[in-house]
């Protein structure tokens, strides 16, 4: 008894000394919270730790000193060993948009933080044993208390949710599961430690198999060490992309942009990359460049077409100017001249001419017609109904020698010398 | 009134429907299968990679004597004798083949030592270089893809369309589905020429039908298993009569980690290090309390029993045989003290009872004798005595359905109402019943899906067309 007496008095100066040592402790609980990712943890106030401390070393004190006077064997009532001020600043916390998570994070690294000084200290392993149960103890109790009393509190009002932090790191990994593009959180092994659905479905594998798993695996090996030299010598905060060949769970390659960002939490390095199946868009890419190709080379088509188009325009506006100096302007000066009975031959020869011309008919102008002298049209005319060459001869009072000549020269003139066309065949298609 | 045609339509993409797969796509033209997930491998793609096979080429390097006669004894021993014998032995009997075929047709890597998981009366267990089930899915993802049997991602079965003789004649699915969302995507309908194969595996996840089975199996326990291990596919076999084998035999493992989601590394930590060559203890006393390589029913009883918190131990010298240690240690899973008086005061264990544990069992191995909670005493079993050491902080989780539907050797459902097969409609792996009986040995999952699957691929592709 006397024994555990002194050894109590041990404790208890022990404690004191931890009582003095605030100082170096906060800074220690200040470094933790960084390290576990809480770079600006709320309620990090000097002062409000200082008085949140003691009350946690007169916690453990009064438990110790409580189990000493139960030592008789029956149990002790540890119940009331409470850390006081941690529970009474639940609502402080609440108020400043802490989560429960956070809040017992704040109250566990400074168990933490007491116990590792508590294993340092001069103290007789048992009794050390000992206090660090005590310490567990009174740490659960604590625990107990502020989850019951976060939970009892009636919710801060809804109006400061939206300044929430704690609401906010919720909204934050509830987009960072459902955003449509992958993400990837790296370490410095390049193992990823956090991945997004969406990134899982890329690579076709399951979140558990993503973790812990090399980011090189990921992707074709040439493409891979590239990545891990990029990464390398990034600086933090810097942002960058780049475009490798990745696998897909069943050995199917797919191309991908990759926009890799460092971020150093603690002393720990981490790169952050978000993934793009870039598959759509290179078909897309490709698709576009096969389509252009198909518009240039029909635009090529197209102009060849419209080129040939203009040629013929000109050809043939050249061919109506031709046809219209060679052919019907003389015919025009010999209507000036004729005598009225072949006048109206000619005018229908005109007229059908014109015609032809306006047209665009695929027939030849016959600017022979034109050419056609007054006598030569009466004997045309006159084989045109049907006569025989005697029947003109009769007709006309002229030799027989004569019409030979007439139709020697009209056949020469029409363009038919030469050709097997009956002359009163042809005559028959034309108005004369 | 079909929307499209295959030959054969194989639900699930697990190691059972990939290898209905590909025996089925050998032998016809057209395969296609249907994963509800947005990823390919279901279960098996996270589970530990263990495959159990008796008479192998590393038990004959070994000099390990085994047969398939002892295989099929451990699992009717485990099971309680539960097991379709008939079912059992085509496991037992067909387990080496699978091994060899994963090696020569798929290329699979397995380390060149066997593991001895608890139940099974010697080492016959191969690991995945990997250690992970992935190491068979991947493979298997890639010569599916050079076959040309595509897998459809998003698509959940959302019934099994009958003739009027009862047979199956294809399947009605929601396509672009949005696991769990039971409206999302739209409805197609899909023939069969030939049949439909259910490789949908097992409802660990399913809180509400595994309660229903088993209603021990609360809301708040965990399940090693992927979100999609749900039992709806189960159901429609019901609704088409297929019959219910033992569904209320649900397995936990007992080696999963309080301190991760799921399967997580852990459990591969325990299983191949912690309890073959460590302890595992019950915090409030220090004291061991069950054989640690005893099967997994019987762990998982002894773990639950009177609220025991369970730790096991594993020196330096056990800890090589744990393939995840490193991930374990990265994630906290897996905690290492320099003393056991560090390891103790971290888990708030007491001191000396944890001490003299350690001492009698170390003396136990030494002196060569019996340890009186059965554990088998292998030459090769150490005394826990070279610092550091190792922990890992266990609780059961839901791991295995052991009950399911019934199927013949062949692999074909067989209906409720006349005990005779449903006409084309086969089915493979977890969601069977009645192979394993009330426990599942470790590492013969492996070995069932893909010989059961390799059937029931056969068997679908030689139906005849119509």
């Known amino acids: 008894m006397r024994k555990i007496c002194e050894n109590g008095m041990k404790i208890m100066s022990v404690l004191d000394q931890f009582r003095e040592s605030k100082e170096k402790i906060f800074k220690d609980w200040l470094r933790q919270m960084r390290d576990a990712g809480y770079d600006n943890p709320r309620m990090t106030g000097r002062k409000d730790f200082r008085r949140r401390f003691d009350g946690l070393l007169s916690a453990l004190a009064l438990c110790l000193q409580k189990t000493e006077q139960d030592n008789s064997g029956k149990h002790d009532d540890a119940g009331v060993c409470l850390v006081q001020p941690m529970v ?299 006569c025989s060459s005697k029947d003109i001869c009769n007709a006309m009072k002229i030799s027989y020698n004569t019409i030979q000549t007439h139709r020697k020269n009209i056949r020469k003139k029409l363009g038919l010398a030469g050709k097997r066309l009956n002359l009163h065949a042809f005559l028959m298609n034309h108005v004369l | 009134m079909w929307n499209e045609e295959y030959d054969i339509v194989i639900i699930g993409s697990g190691f059972a429907g990939l290898a209905a797969a590909i025996e089925a796509r050998k032998l016809c033209s057209s395969v296609v299968i249907l994963e509800k997930m947005a990823v390919p491998g279901g279960n098996s793609t996270i589970s530990g990679g263990l495959f159990a096979a008796a008479g192998s080429p590393l038990q004959a390097k070994e000099n390990i004597d085994d047969s398939p006669e002892l295989m099929l004894a451990d699992m009717l021993a485990a099971g309680n004798n539960y097991n379709y014998r008939e079912l059992a032995r085509i496991v037992a009997e067909r387990s080496t083949e699978a091994l060899l075929w994963t090696m020569s047709e798929l290329g699979v890597k397995y380390k060149p030592k066997l593991s001895h998981l608890g139940g099974h009366s010697v080492p016959r267990t191969y690991n995945t270089v990997n250690t992970s089930g992935a190491g068979i899915i991947r493979p298997m993802l890639v010569h599916l893809r050079e076959m040309e049997a595509p897998i459809r991602l998003k698509s959940l079965l959302t019934d099994l369309i009958t003739d009027e003789a009862g047979g199956v004649e294809g399947v009605e699915i929601r396509e672009d589905y949005i696991f769990p969302n039971r409206e999302s995507g739209s409805v197609k309908r899909i023939r069969a020429r030939q049949a439909v194969i259910l490789a949908t595996g097992g409802f660990s996840q399913d809180k509400e039908f595994r309660a229903i089975q088993n209603p021990m199996l609360t809301e708040d326990i965990e399940s090693t298993n992927h979100k999609g291990a749900t039992a709806e596919s189960l159901i429609l076999a019901l609704k088409a009569g297929a019959t219910p084998v033992q569904l209320s035999m649900i397995q936990l493992g007992p080696w999963a980690s309080r301190d991760e989601e799921g399967f997580g590394v852990g459990s591969m930590f325990s299983m191949l290090a912690g309890f073959p060559y460590g302890i595992l203890i019950d915090l409030r006393t220090g004291k061991r309390f069950v054989n640690e390589q005893a099967d997994r029913k019987l762990l998982v009883d002894a773990m639950l029993s009177s609220d025991r918190e369970s730790i096991a131990i594993v020196d330096e010298m056990g800890v090589q045989h744990a393939s995840t240690l490193n991930q374990c240690l990265k994630r906290g899973v897996v905690r290492k003290f320099d003393t056991i008086d560090d390891l103790a005061i971290a888990n708030q264990a007491p001191l000396l009872p944890l001490k003299h544990t350690i001492d009698s069992y170390n003396s136990l191995i030494e002196s060569g004798q019996d340890d009186h909670f059965g554990k088998p005493i292998p030459s090769d079993l150490l005394p826990i005595k070279h610092p550091p050491y190792y922990c890992i902080r266990l609780i059961s989780k839901v791991h295995h359905c052991m009950g399911g539907i019934r199927i013949n050797a062949r692999a074909q459902v067989i209906r409720i109402e006349d005990n005779q097969p449903i006409s084309r409609l086969y089915a493979a792996g977890e969601i069977t019943g009645g192979i394993h009986g009330a426990s599942r040995l470790g590492s013969n999952a492996i070995p069932e899906c893909l010989i059961f699957g390799r059937i029931a691929g056969i068997n679908a592709a030689s139906e005849a067309p119509r």
């Open chain 1, 88 to 386: 009474d600043d639940v609502r402080f916390g609440q108020e400043r948009g802490m989560d429960l998570k956070l809040f017992l994070c704040y109250f566990k690294t400074m168990i933490s933080c007491l116990e590792k000084k508590m294993v340092q200290a001069a103290i007789p392993p048992l009794e050390q044993t000992n206090t660090i149960i005590k310490l567990r103890r009174v740490a659960d109790f604590t625990e107990m208390a502020i989850v019951a009393r976060w939970q009892t509190l009636e919710p801060v009002a809804s109006s400061q949710e939206i300044l929430n932090p704690a609401t906010l790191d919720k909204l934050l990994g509830t987009i960072f599961m459902s955003v449509g593009e992958g993400i990837l959180l790296v370490d410095e092994d390049f193992e990823i430690v956090r991945v997004n659905q969406h990134a899982c479905e890329i690579f076709g594998m399951q979140m558990q198999n993503m973790i812990g798993t090399n980011v090189r695996s990921l992707m074709e090996e040439d493409h891979a060490s590239i990545l891990i030299r990029h990464l390398a010598n990034m600086i933090e905060g810097q942002r960058r992309n780049i475009e490798v060949i990745c696998l897909y769970v069943d050995g199917k390659t797919f191309p991908a942009t990759v926009t890799t960002a460092r971020s150093d939490m603690g002393k720990k390095r981490y790169w952050s990359l978000i993934v793009r199946d870039d598959t759509a868009q290179k078909t897309m890419e490709t698709q576009l460049r096969h389509e252009k190709r198909q518009i240039e080379d029909m635009n090529l088509a197209l102009k060849i077409v419209m080129k040939s188009i203009e040629q013929d325009r000109k050809d043939f506006e050249n061919r109506v100017a031709s046809k219209i100096k060679t052919s019907l302007l003389p015919g025009l000066k010999k209507i000036d001249t004729a005598e009225a009975s072949v006048r109206k031959s000619y005018l229908a020869i005109l007229e059908q001419q014109l015609v032809a011309l306006t047209a665009g008919s695929e027939k030849e102008l016959n600017a022979g017609l034109l050419k056609l002298t007054k006598t030569e049209i009466e004997v045309c005319r006159m084989i045109q109904a049907g």
